[in-house]
């Protein structure tokens, strides 16, 4: 949150820092410097500042910076009221941002009232056309096929949770069935089960809809809390309680849900890593990485082993300064197999990759990243990363050529005596 804060003061400072308010005088840049050294890093100050500064200056040039700073900072701090009141502002003036367009939708629909629900539908079909319109453009950055594909799943399944309760809170509880069934089906989590269950029981099908609160039950989510889960044994308890008298058979339910539930993930990852091994991917250790010969190599056969990541790129003139340090430090371990260096290319064009090394009689055994980039948060090149024999990450050197050849030494010899 804190780093946040800092982006978006000096966001509004520079901006303002640049141009003149409508009255020609710098008295808005002043004031709203002030306000925001004043707020520190409290978001709710933050907040303050800026609602403050634009109650003084209504006609302000940069009312759409500083009310997409509003926005963000109160997605951050979890302020439904005021991601509502400024995401709608935003809104009105952008369509893209797929963010926006899911918290607002969300925000909105923390209540049951029918306006807002008309709203959240609105903004929640927006976000679904978004992400749809993404599955026709390559993975961002690093991020690999599957895991892209996982997340724009995951984004569909999302944006048609939040049409199911609009829908269902517009007073349509089997048409609201109907949509997070298709969100479950687009990807399998909890709160889609859930949402299912909610409007299955809205419809009088108290059973059926027990069967899908345990399917969120017993569904491991990082985004179910064990509030979340609670609720839910409580409410499959009354459910079947007043369906059937006690809540004697529950049980078989809940465990039967259980194979149901893991079953479909598992068919799912699956799929996911026969499109890409690293869909499903966290650990370094989990990861496969291609190789630039056409080879592949897990790196799960590396345990037991010091291994040393070296992230570089063909376009990156520190990479090929730190190439030869790097080989010195690789000469010295040559003769100890439980030490590995692998080179990993972070070119978005491969085949740029082949050419240099002929060119260049680089000798290294060279990998593409294959998502370990994303996966290990590598925002520069050259970074060496070093991995000990449990699999952790020991350390991480970026670009110091008067050291790196004693450092990354060291560094080796540490973990070979853990």
């Given at each position: 949150?804190?780093s946040?804060?800092?982006?978006?003061?000096?966001?509004a400072s520079s901006a303002?820092?640049?141009?003149?308010?409508a009255?020609?005088s710098?008295?808005?840049?002043?004031?709203?410097?002030?306000?925001?050294?004043?707020?520190g890093?409290?978001?709710?100050?933050?907040?303050?500042?800026?609602?403050?500064?634009?109650?003084?200056y209504p006609?302000?040039?940069?009312?759409?910076e500083?009310?997409?700073a509003?926005v963000?900072?109160?997605?951050e701090a979890k302020d439904d009221?005021?991601i509502?009141?400024?995401g709608?502002?935003?809104?009105?003036?952008?369509n893209?941002?797929?963010?926006?367009l899911?918290?607002?939708?969300?925000?909105?629909?923390?209540s049951?009232?029918?306006?807002?629900?008309?709203?959240?539908?609105?903004y929640?079909?927006?976000?679904?056309?978004?992400?749809q319109?993404l599955?026709d453009k390559p993975?961002?950055?690093?991020?690999?096929?599957?895991k892209?594909?996982?997340?724009?799943?995951?984004?569909?399944?999302?944006?048609l949770?939040l049409?199911?309760?609009?829908?269902?809170?517009?007073?349509?509880?089997e048409e609201a069935?109907t949509?997070a069934?298709?969100?479950y089906?687009s990807?399998?989590?909890a709160e889609?089960?859930r949402?299912?269950?909610?409007?299955l029981?809205?419809?009088?099908?108290s059973?059926?809809?027990?069967?899908?609160i345990?399917?969120?039950?017993?569904?491991?989510d990082?985004?179910s809390?064990e509030?979340?889960?609670?609720?839910?044994?409580?409410?499959?308890g009354?459910l079947?309680?007043k369906?059937n008298?006690?809540?004697?058979?529950l049980g078989d339910?809940?465990l039967?849900?259980?194979?149901?539930?893991?079953?479909l993930?598992?068919a799912?990852v699956?799929?996911?890593?026969?499109?890409?091994?690293n869909?499903?991917a966290?650990?370094v250790?989990?990861?496969?990485v291609?190789g630039?010969?056409?080879?592949s190599l897990?790196?799960s056969?590396l345990?037991g082993?010091t291994v040393?990541?070296?992230?570089?790129?063909?376009?990156?003139g520190?990479?090929?300064a730190?190439?030869?340090?790097?080989e010195k430090?690789?000469?010295?371990?040559?003769?100890?197999?439980d030490v590995?260096?692998?080179?990993i290319d972070t070119d978005?064009?491969?085949?740029l990759?082949a050419?240099?090394?002929?060119?260049q009689h680089?000798t290294?055994?060279v990998?593409f990243?294959?998502g370990l980039q994303?996966?290990?948060?590598?925002s520069?090149?050259?970074?060496?990363?070093?991995?000990?024999r449990?699999?952790?990450?020991?350390?991480?050197?970026?670009?110091?050529?008067?050291?790196f050849?004693?450092?990354?030494?060291?560094?080796i010899?540490?973990?070979?005596?853990n």
């Amino acid at each position: 949150m804190k780093s946040l804060l800092l982006a978006l003061m000096l966001f509004a400072s520079s901006a303002l820092a640049q141009h003149k308010s409508a009255d020609g005088s710098d008295a808005e840049r002043k004031d709203l410097g002030t306000a925001l050294a004043e707020a520190g890093s409290s978001p709710i100050e933050f907040m303050r500042a800026l609602e403050g500064h634009l109650a003084k200056y209504p006609m302000t040039e940069h009312r759409a910076e500083i009310e997409r700073a509003m926005v963000k900072s109160a997605i951050e701090a979890k302020d439904d009221s005021r991601i509502a009141l400024y995401g709608e502002k935003v809104l009105a003036r952008e369509n893209g941002d797929l963010q926006i367009l899911d918290r607002v939708a969300r925000a909105l629909l923390t209540s049951d009232n029918k306006e807002n629900a008309e709203k959240a539908l609105d903004y929640a079909r927006r976000y679904q056309t978004g992400v749809q319109a993404l599955r026709d453009k390559p993975a961002p950055g690093q991020v690999s096929a599957g895991k892209w594909q996982d997340e724009l799943d995951r984004g569909i399944a999302r944006a048609l949770v939040l049409e199911a309760r609009a829908t269902g809170n517009l007073g349509k509880a089997e048409e609201a069935a109907t949509l997070a069934q298709r969100s479950y089906d687009s990807y399998p989590t909890a709160e889609g089960a859930r949402e299912i269950g909610r409007w299955l029981a809205r419809a009088g099908k108290s059973m059926e809809a027990v069967e899908h609160i345990a399917d969120a039950f017993t569904i491991e989510d990082p985004k179910s809390t064990e509030i979340d889960r609670g609720k839910d044994r409580m409410r499959m308890g009354e459910l079947y309680t007043k369906a059937n008298g006690s809540e004697k058979g529950l049980g078989d339910i809940i465990l039967q849900a259980y194979d149901r539930s893991n079953a479909l993930i598992a068919a799912r990852v699956a799929k996911l890593r026969a499109l890409d091994p690293n869909a499903s991917a966290q650990k370094v250790l989990e990861f496969t990485v291609p190789g630039v010969s056409g080879d592949s190599l897990s790196l799960s056969s590396l345990r037991g082993k010091t291994v040393v990541l070296d992230f570089w790129a063909t376009w990156c003139g520190p990479c090929r300064a730190q190439h030869p340090l790097y080989e010195k430090v690789q000469e010295k371990f040559k003769n100890q197999p439980d030490v590995v260096f692998l080179a990993i290319d972070t070119d978005e064009d491969r085949s740029l990759v082949a050419p240099f090394l002929a060119a260049q009689h680089w000798t290294s055994r060279v990998y593409f990243e294959a998502g370990l980039q994303h996966a290990l948060e590598i925002s520069s090149i050259p970074t060496t990363i070093i991995v000990d024999r449990n699999g952790q990450i020991a350390s991480r050197i970026g670009f110091i050529p008067d050291r790196f050849v004693d450092m990354l030494t060291d560094r080796i010899q540490q973990t070979l005596k853990n």
